[in-house]
């Protein structure tokens, strides 16, 4: 599995699309899931995960417990090697004053974490422009 | 020569764009994009004249509008111009009566080419503030919107492009011509 992360508004899909070869048809976007805990990724036909950070917003606003997050995490690092994983940075502002908002940003950055330990390849975007940073 | 210097706030980006522009030329020129609002607006505008005293800018104050903005003609060989910033433009586009509204990245971005085609080395700043996990409003969002589509075509357009962080450069992008740095 490979992991891009960087700011909102930086390209990051459309660098994703260009340097791997993928199509639209090709990204899942988190924005538009909201699965149930006993539900697995949806993930035949598809080669990136768009929005990580709002598939992780969906599963704790539908009540997802850590067990259930951890089984989600153990499955998108079981993810192929040509696959990628796209997450919005969301740990760079002040604490949020809500306690969601607090806890899905941990949830975020920790899962992020998790992700680019086992990654083949880890890649920052900024402005456009990629990084590398493993 | 067009250079991108972006960073949080207060993260230094200015000292070391102003830096960057005294290295390129001596005649050099500063668009300031911020109005005076209240004392705080005043107090940031206070500091930072402060910072460039003695440092042999001309002062153009532009809050909007930048596409119309035209210069006097260069007077020495070359000729560098520092705009600050190009998130405070944003701003006033998006916000102040006469602005572009929804046109207002476009309109910077020509903005920006119009200043290019008046001097040899431009030197752009720009905010980053896309990374902030609080839930945001719809004018926010528009905001960000726009403000990374800007600093991503200015991004594609740099020869240098910067982010500066706690008053040190990481190198996002550096044309071969740039090498001496």
């Known amino acids: 599995m490979i992991l891009v992360i960087g700011g909102s508004q930086q390209g990051k899909l459309n660098w994703v699309m260009q340097n791997f070869g993928y199509t639209p048809e090709q990204v899942l976007n988190g924005r538009d899931l909201a699965l149930q805990p006993e539900q697995s990724l949806p993930l035949a036909g598809f080669k990136v995960i768009n929005h990580l950070e709002s598939l992780l917003g969906n599963a704790l606003k539908q009540g997802w417990q850590s067990d259930e997050l951890l089984a989600l995490q153990t499955s998108l690092l079981q993810l192929p090697e040509d696959f990628v994983v796209i997450c919005n940075s969301v740990g760079g502002g002040l604490v949020p004053v809500e306690r969601f908002d607090r806890e899905w940003r941990e949830l975020v950055g920790r899962t992020c974490c998790a992700l680019a330990a086992e990654a083949s390849q880890v890649w920052r975007i900024f402005c456009g422009l990629p990084q590398r940073l493993k | ?146 403000l990374g589509l800007l600093n991503q075509h200015l991004a594609a357009a740099a020869d240098l492009v910067v982010e500066v962080c706690c008053g040190l450069p990481l190198y996002h992008k550096q044309s071969p011509l740039l090498k001496s740095l």
């Open chain 2, 1 to 146: 020569m067009l250079a991108l210097v972006l960073g949080d706030a207060a993260s230094g980006k200015s000292e070391f764009a102003e830096k960057l522009a005294m290295q390129w030329a001596s005649e050099r020129y500063y668009i300031a994009t911020m109005q005076v609002a209240d004392a705080e607006s005043q107090r940031r505008i206070d500091r930072h004249r402060q910072m460039r005293r003695g440092k042999g800018f001309v002062t153009l104050e532009r809050s909007l509008d930048l596409a119309g903005l035209q210069m006097p003609s260069i007077e020495t060989a070359e000729r560098v111009a520092l705009l600050e910033c190009a998130s405070t433009l944003l701003g006033n586009e998006l916000y102040l009566p006469d602005g572009a509204a929804e046109k207002s990245w476009q309109a910077i971005l020509s903005g920006v080419n119009n200043l290019q085609r008046q001097q040899t080395h431009l030197v752009v700043v720009s905010n980053c503030v896309f990374a902030d996990g609080a839930s945001l409003s719809p004018e926010m969002h528009e905001y960000l919107y726009q």
